[in-house]
């Protein structure tokens, strides 16, 4: 299984953008998936992720209604919708998977990153 993040850039605060994970291999509905992201000099923290099948989603409070994770099963994608950003949210954003069977928030138990995407909000 391989990730791969795509969809980064430079917007101005109160911009929006859509991040775009693709999963390859046949298990994309088997699995947790989550988006975390690190800002420069910041350790990586959770920003949201979807459950198998898409059941059920969970947000840091700092993106809780302004960003929606969510996934497309025949493209093997997901995604993250961010709005209304903010500088705050100027990080590099990754993509990873969990084999854990309950969907958790610790990035110590995801086995499988993408490569990162920046994405970096002006003010």
């Known amino acids: 299984v391989q990730l791969q993040a795509s969809g980064g850039g430079l917007v101005q605060a109160g911009d929006s953008l859509r991040l775009s994970c693709v999963v390859s291999g046949r298990t994309f509905n088997s699995y947790t998936l989550a988006w975390f992201r690190q800002a420069p000099g910041k350790e990586r923290e959770f920003v949201a992720y979807?459950?198998?099948?898409?059941?059920?989603?969970y947000y840091a409070d700092s993106v809780k209604g302004r960003f929606t994770i969510s996934r497309d099963t025949a493209k093997a994608t997901v995604y993250l919708q961010m709005n209304y950003l903010k500088p705050e949210d100027t990080a590099v954003y990754y993509c990873?998977?969990?084999?854990?069977?309950?969907?958790?928030?610790?990035?110590?138990?995801?086995?499988?990153w993408g490569q990162g995407t920046l994405v970096t909000v002006s003010s």
């Open positions: 990873a998977r969990t084999r854990r069977t309950l969907p958790t928030t610790d990035l110590t138990l995801y086995d499988i």
């Open positions: 979807t459950t198998r099948s898409g059941g059920k989603t």
